[in-house]
């Protein structure tokens, strides 16, 4: 069964730049869309963007100017990079996995979140 | 922006039946995707594509839809199914949108 495990700095100044990594286990990056998707403190979830397989790329527009993905599919791992963060992006981030053909953009795999804080 | 509205929360005695509504002014044709999240844990899928539930998810787990408003339903509910529940779909442009998530207490 594939999973997921990320990581990456839990705190930052504000102006820096956010970066996580998530690591696939058990599975391919192909026929699959990989997102990212945040959590605030106490609030819902949003949706980051997503990069398949092949390297193509889709934002949530209210992010698109600061985000940036990658995969490496030779570490089987992708990548997230948003730059400058303000406090309104303290959140938990996820890692997630589509469930391929089927599954019509559910989210099926999940990684168990890295905690970032903006705080100067 | 393209919203999907949750009730904030549902109140239920074990083993009667939650409902949990999704609604919006227009209800795209993508289907939509419901998630459970207990504290501290990241979301695990409840169901997808309305009504299609996964491997692992107890049966007592379904989801309908009628037209604008798509329904997951905890039939005979656990005190292990306090939770919040998302749900989830796109819009025409791509872009994935979570509903605003509803807590389901067990009394």
């Known amino acids: 069964q594939v999973q997921l495990q990320q990581w990456g700095a839990g705190l930052l100044a504000p102006s820096e730049t956010l970066s996580l990594t998530c ?21 819902g979830l949003e949706w ?32 997230l990079r948003l730059s400058a963060v303000t406090a309104a992006d303290t959140a938990v981030y996820y890692c997630a996995r589509d469930g391929g053909s089927g599954y019509y953009h559910a989210f099926q795999r999940w990684g168990q979140g890295t905690p970032v804080i903006v705080s100067s | 922006s393209y919203e999907l509205t949750q009730p904030p929360s549902v109140s239920v005695s074990p083993g009667q039946t939650a409902r949990i509504t999704c609604s919006a002014d227009a209800l795209p044709k993508q289907y939509v995707h419901w998630y459970q999240q207990k504290p501290g844990q990241a979301p695990v899928l409840a169901i997808y594509k309305d009504s299609e539930r996964p491997s692992g998810i107890p049966e007592r787990f379904s989801g309908s839809r009628s037209g ?5 339903t905890i039939s005979g509910v656990q005190a292990e ?10 819009d025409s442009s791509g872009t994935y949108v979570f509903g ?3 807590k389901v207490t067990v009394l």
Not at chain 1, 61 to 76: F, Q
Not at chain 2, 81 to 90: I, L
């Open chain 1, 23 to 43: 690591a696939v286990y058990g599975g391919s990056f192909s026929g699959y869309y990989w997102s990212w998707i945040r959590q605030p403190p106490g609030k």
């Open chain 1, 48 to 79: 980051i963007g997503e990069i398949n397989h092949s390297g193509k790329t889709n934002f949530n527009p209210s992010l698109k100017s600061r985000v940036t993905t990658s995969l490496d599919t030779s570490k089987n791992q992708f990548s």
């Open chain 2, 68 to 72: 604008t408003i798509v329904t997951l």
């Open chain 2, 81 to 90: 199914d306090e939770a919040d529940y998302y749900c989830q779909s796109s």
């Open chain 2, 100 to 102: 605003g998530g509803t």
